[in-house]
């Protein structure tokens, strides 16, 4: 009977101790992500304000993207994939995390560079928002995102890594235009 009783002590200690890692992983996932989304969310404000207005409607080509319209898609996204997880986006914003459509309505509003960049700077303050309010339990959760099945973990990196895109594509736009990135001076 003692022997059995050490036994479902130390069982249970042996798996607490492998929960506690898991759960602390989880939680650290998440304070890198939030991280890495607050230092890209000043390049991002800081290029913005540099960038001149009137360069806003430069696109490297037809079809393509211009200034203005990569930042309000950025802007756009930090709505839609917290929407998407259940974080209600600003009413105003019109953005539903079941209709992508939504979103493309959001960045194709007309807008001049101080209202892109209060966009961005909202959209930036509901992505953090979203994200701190994400629970370690809920990493695992099964949600749909552009039509496909993510963990909720999967979609917070896909957010993350979908910011770095675009700031690459708009550090190679700046540069294009004579506009420098202001950490990099």
Known sequence: MRSTRRFIVLNGALALACA??????????????????????????????????????????PGVRSIGEVLRHVASDNYLIPAALGHAADPSTGI??????????????????????????????????SMQATTPA???????????????????????????EHLGQLIAYARTNGVKPPWSQ
């Open 96 to 129: 539903k995390g079941d209709d992508y459509k939504t979103a493309g309505a959001f960045e194709k509003r007309q807008a001049t560079k101080d209202q892109t960049v209060a966009d961005l700077e909202k959209s930036f303050a509901n992505l953090k928002q």
């Open 20 to 61: 506690l890692p898991a759960a602390a992983q989880s939680a650290s996932v998440m304070a890198d992500l939030s991280s890495d989304v607050a230092e890209t969310e000043k390049k991002f404000i800081a290029l913005a304000k540099e960038i001149p207005a009137e360069k806003y409607d430069w696109r490297p080509g």
């Open 138 to 164: 809920k990493l695992g959760d099964t949600v749909k995102l552009f039509g496909q099945p993510f963990t909720t973990q999967k979609a917070w990196v896909l957010g993350t890594t979908h910011l770095h």
